[in-house]
Structures are given as C-alpha cells and as structure tokens.
C-alpha cells in the first residue's frame, strides 16, 4: 500500500502539495497562509479554474510566487452532507489523479477552516484510506515495472497538531485487511489451494487471533461428508479453518462463515471454457472473512467474533462425486446432489451446522460467490442478502450503506423452499433451472442453520469487477470486509463504552 505519513510543521518548499478547497472557493486555513504569503495567487488561479466541483482535481504547475514545484487543488465539494465515504472517494480520485500526472509523493496541507463533516485529522485520514484502497496493485507475478507507469506511494498528511499514537496504524489496518482478502482473491488456484489457503490464515496470529485448522482427516472425523464430497474429485484435499477474535467478554460470539472454493471447475457437471479461470474466485467469501477477522484483530474490536471457511477445490475425475449421488451432510440430513456444480451450497451446509453446533453463536453471516442467478438479478451493483432476522438484517444493510459495499434484500420462504425438494433425499442442490436460484441457493443454505439468527449474502456478483470502481482498481474488490467490520462494529461494539 501506499505509505502515509504526518508532518505537523510548516510545508514543505518543494515537490507536490494538495490544497483542498470548497464550493464556493473556499479555502482552508493552510492553503488561506499560502495565498497569502504568495501575495493571492492561490485565489487567482481559483478564480480563473471556476468553482471547483466536489472531487475535481486541478493541477498547477509550478505558479509564480509560490515555493512549490506543483500545487493541486483538490475541490471537496458542499458543506453539507459530506459522510465518510465521500472523503475516502475524495482520496481516491485524488490518488488516481495524481498517479496519472506520474506524481510519487504528495503533501495534503492541513484541512482546517473547511467544511468536511468530520474534524480535520479524521477527514484526512479518510482521505488517506480512499487513496491507498483506490491505488491497490497485485505484481506478484510481474517484472519490476517500466519506469512510465509510475505509482503514486507516499501521501504526507499535514495536520495542525501530532495526533494520538494509534492514528497512522489505524489507516494502515483498515488497508492492509482490504488488501489481504484481495490478495488472496487474486493468486491463482494453482499457488492458493485449500492447504495453501489454510496456511495463509496462521498469519493472523500475529495479530492476536486464535486460528486453527481443520484437516481433512479431522473433518472425516466429525462427518462433514458435504465438504468431503465437494473436493473427493481433487488431488488436493479439503480444509476447514477456524479463527476467533476474542475482544470482549461476551460469551456467544458473531460467527461470519465463508465459502472457500479454491478453485470451482463445476466438477463433473463441467462449466464451459469460456471464462473458467474467474473461478479462481469462487473464494471470496471466505477472503472476506479472513480480511474482516484481521481489521477486527487489529484495531482490538471490543466483540467476540469467529471465522469459519470451508477450503476446497471442486474438480472432475474418476473420484469425483456424480450427479444424482446422495449424500449424508454433517447435520443429518441427506441431500441430492443433481449437479455437482452447485457445490458451494454443499460447503455451507457443513460449515453452518457445526458453527451452530460448537460455536454455540449469538447469530451466524456467511458470505459466499453462490449463484451466477444472483448475478442476473442484482448485476455488479449490489450483493443479494437473505436473513430470518430483522434486526440483523437492517444492521447489514445500514453497513452496507456506510461502507459503499451495497446489499438489496432477496426472498427466503416456504414457497422457495419447495423449489429444493427431492424424490430420493431430504432435499436436492439445485431449485427449478432458471427460476429463482439466488433464493433456491439460499433456502437450501438455510436448512442447515437452525434458529441461529442468520444471514447469507450471496456476492457472485460483487466480488470480483471488470471496471476500475470508486474504492477500487478493477480485479478483486475486497467486498465483505469493510462490510463485516462495520456490521460487528454496529451490532457488538455500538453499547459497550470505550474502556
Ligand atoms: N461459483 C458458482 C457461482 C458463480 C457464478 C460465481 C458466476 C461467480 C460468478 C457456483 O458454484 C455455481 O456454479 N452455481 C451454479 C448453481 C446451479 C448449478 C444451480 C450456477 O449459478 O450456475
Ligand atoms: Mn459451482
Ligand atoms: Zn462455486
């Protein structure tokens, strides 16, 4: 990520400096100190840019009188309104912008005297977030790279006064757990597989996590023959991985349960050609929890939380489970399997039920790439959420709002639940072909959770973009994580009083 850094005394004399500035030409009390000093250049140049639109970026070469070589001004827009979002997308055009200009390092001068619904230190910091969320790349698998697609890396954040210790770790936190998931999202199946993934989880010890994994012999153990059947086809066996953040005292943790599919070839019911490798993603629920259980970690949430991902690789071969096989899921029930590419379904089963049964949770979220319907219905816009609960279901939505990582609600109900109905097992994978099948995935999920509040958001469509999005470069979002944190922050952290 890009490095962010405090300077609390003057400007600098040099290199680029980012004065912010509001509708109508408004500008902040560093920026009014450099008009000054520069005998009202700064409002000259303002005068002739016109009014300077929420987000528009405007760059100033070397102007007469002043000490910089560069000056940008970066227009935030009306007094009213401003939420956080606003300012991280503030920082994000603004990184974007900057990195188009081949511009390396930049100096944000202090924000005091505008209006950005929030105090200066904290808008800058949001700005921050927004520029290094919106300037991610992954090269892991790249040579070094040529000297005209320069990166934006340092963005200095002059604030009037040094801000407590915890100020710059919490950006880079916020950042780094996005980034994780997105990493993992990225790497291919042939480097992340379920045993690889697993491993990769033990890096959240560092952060105080607890995490523990499951191995295949132990999941043979406790009969999650749903799992096992969805990897029986794949030289590389299934993992479950459990990770806990115990930041209170609450007994009964919030449980998110990702789906880990490693990689989804649909098995012996074979997806096209076509667009396979995306596949690779079809672990983004389970990215987004591990991202989510690092930022809770690191900022030492004050909740109790668990993470449970089902690691898996869903492959053809002679082993490989056949469509019409019946098979027993760990809670009981028999299940159908009509087409083996409905297999993340299969995942959920295992892991809600024993998340239910050991982790004994005061409510359950899963997350998972589930249905190609889900697509069809909510785009790229929106993941589809289902819940039996209101008040979880309204806290997820109104996180959703706040994050900018949006969720429309999709029906549960008896009706839908037909849809899953078999003649030979308790229920089948699949629902009625092109009928509903975001609720059919998400009704058959829900047999498996008990009265356990529950929510299941289905993020085919969001977790992966083919467009550059507000927060985020195209390629994997991130979805889910900020989403988790601030749901948990919502419903477990809102009543207990800073300590
Ligand atoms: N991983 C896919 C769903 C998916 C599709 C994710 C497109 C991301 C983009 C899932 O395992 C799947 O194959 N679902 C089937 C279910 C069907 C067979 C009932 C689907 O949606 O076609
Ligand atoms: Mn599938
Ligand atoms: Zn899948």
């Known amino acids: 990520m890009i490095e ?5 005394g003057a400007l600098p004399e040099s ?5 912010a500035v509001g509708v109508p030409a408004k500008l902040g009390s560093a920026a009014a100190t450099l008009d000054q000093t520069s005998g009202g250049t700064l409002s000259k140049a303002l005068e002739a840019a016109g009014p300077l639109k929420q987000g528009k970026v405007v760059d100033l070469v070397l102007p007469r ?4 070589a560069r000056l940008i001004l970066l227009g ?8 956080r979002l606003d300012r991280e997308e503030l920082g994000a055009g603004l990184a974007r912008k900057l990195q188009g200009l081949g511009v390396k390092e930049a100096v944000l001068a202090e924000l005091g005297g505008l209006e950005l619904g929030a105090a200066p230190a904290e808008a800058a910091a949001d700005i921050a977030r927004g520029a290094a969320l919106a300037t991610y790349s992954f090269r892991q698998y790249q040579r070094p790279e040529p000297e005209e697609e320069t990166r934006f890396e340092q963005l ?3 604030l009037a006064e040094a801000p407590d210790d915890a100020y710059l770790g919490a950006i880079e936190n916020a950042v780094a757990a996005v980034e994780r998931a997105r990493d993992l999202v990225t790497e291919p199946a042939n480097m992340l597989y379920p045993e690889s993934f697993a491993k990769r989880c033990l890096e959240l010890e560092k952060l105080g996590c607890e995490v523990r994994i499951m191995s295949p012999a132990e999941l043979e153990r406790l009969g999650m023959r749903a799992i096992l059947a969805v990897g029986q086809g794949s030289v590389r066996p299934p993992y479950v991985v459990v990770m806990r953040w115990r930041g209170s005292e609450d007994e009964k943790p919030i449980a998110l349960v990702g789906k880990g599919v490693c990689f989804d070839t649909g098995g012996i019911s074979l997806k096209p050609a076509a667009g396979m490798e995306e596949m690779k993603w079809d672990m983004g629920g389970a990215a987004a929890v591990v991202g989510a259980m690092h930022s809770l970690a690191g900022r030492k949430a004050r909740a109790h939380v668990v993470g449970v991902i089902g690691l898996v690789e869903n492959m053809p071969s002679g082993n490989a489970m056949r469509p019409g096989d019946v098979i027993t899921a760990m809670s009981g029930k028999t299940i159908e399997v009509v087409n083996t590419d409905a297999e993340g379904r299969l995942v959920l089963a295992d892991l809600l039920h024993y998340t239910k049964e050991e982790l004994k949770p005061r409510a359950m979220i899963d997350l998972a790439t589930l249905t190609g319907a889900v697509v069809v219905a909510l785009g790229h816009e929106n993941g589809g959420m289902f819940a039996t609960d209101e008040e979880l279901a309204s806290k997820l939505l109104e996180a959703a709002k706040s994050v900018g990582e949006g969720l429309w609600r999709l029906p549960l109900g008896k009706a839908y639940s037909k849809h899953i109905k078999s003649q030979i ?3 089948k994978n699949v629902g009625r072909g092109r009928e509903a099948g975001a609720s059919a995935g998400a009704v058959f999920v829900q047999e498996f959770v008990g009265d356990v509040p529950w929510a299941h958001l289905d993020i085919a469509g969001v977790t992966w973009s083919s467009r550059d999005l ?3 470069p195209k390629g994997a979002t991130g979805f889910g994580v900020r989403l988790l944190d601030e749901v948990v922050r919502l419903t477990c952290e809102a009543n207990k009083a800073r300590a």
């Open 4 to 8: 962010v850094s405090l300077l609390t």
């Open 470 to 472: 507000p927060l985020a």
């Open 15 to 19: 290199g680029t400096v980012v004065v």
């Open 65 to 68: 009188g002043l000490p910089h």
């Open 425 to 427: 097992a308790d229920i």
């Open 76 to 83: 935030v827009g009306k007094p009213e309104g401003l939420e």
């Open 156 to 158: 200095t954040l002059q």
